[in-house]
């Protein structure tokens, strides 16, 4: 079964302490693996696309990194405005469908 | 430019009511995905359209829920005789085509009295 799985599921971080939010897959033909960023009570905002193994993508202090199981996205000298929950998807070669499988997320709180 | 936009943001109802839900996507994207976010659960994958089409209704999670879309731009996620088990928040997304980075609305975030 297709499966997603992040961790940790909460993350709390002095500001300027960096570290990195795990993304693991179990999928079939994988065709994309995206990483969004959700605030409390919005929609989930886009953060990365990663198609294929060995492909990274920077934004500011966030740096997403794929492998063939997993996925890391790494804050490097987070702020307490990364406060968010990260949510990772995949999608998936599933024929008709075009859907994106998600994580639970991880919930991350930066203080100061 | 405008992002995708859902109403209403907020609607309460009595069970056994009917709900409908409104996406407006971002213009010129071709694709459009329903999603439901439940507390403490991931988002639910629920339908997609590709054009007015759906090729994929496998996330409907009952004869209950049905959408559809028209113009190849709007569409509308009603709920029939709604149960307390559906509230949730109901997440809209489009992409320029299939497989594409999808971009989500808002949400309506829907409760069951």
């Known amino acids: 079964e297709d499966q997603v799985t992040q961790s940790p599921e909460a993350l709390r971080l002095q500001e300027g302490e960096s570290s990195s939010l795990n993304c693991s897959y179990t999928?079939?033909?994988?065709?994309?693996l995206f990483w969004y960023r959700q605030d409390p009570g919005k929609g989930p905002e886009f953060l990365f696309t990663l198609y294929s193994a060995g492909e990274e993508k920077e934004k500011e202090r966030l740096k997403a990194t794929l492998t063939k199981k997993e996925s890391f996205l790494h804050i490097t000298a987070p702020k307490p405005e990364d406060s968010a929950t990260y949510l990772c998807a995949v999608n998936m070669h599933t024929g008709t469908a075009s859907k994106l499988t998600f994580g639970t997320g991880t919930r991350l709180q930066v203080t100061l | 430019g405008a992002g995708v936009s859902q109403s209403p943001s907020n609607k309460v109802t009595e069970k056994g009511k009917d709900v409908e839900l409104r996406c407006d996507p971002i213009s010129g994207h071709t694709a459009l995905y329903w999603y439901r976010q439940s507390l403490g659960q991931g988002l639910e994958f629920l339908i997609y359209?590709?054009?007015?089409?759906?090729?994929?209704k496998s996330g409907l999670p009952s004869d209950r829920f049905s959408a559809e879309r028209t113009g190849g731009s709007v569409s509308t996620l009603t709920i029939q005789r709604t149960q307390q088990e559906d509230s949730a928040v109901y997440l809209c997304a489009s992409s320029l085509f299939e497989a594409d980075t999808q971009y989500f609305g808002p949400g309506t975030r829907l409760t069951v009295l």
């Open positions: 359209f590709q054009g007015n089409s759906a090729p994929d």
């Open positions: 999928v079939s033909g994988l065709r994309g």
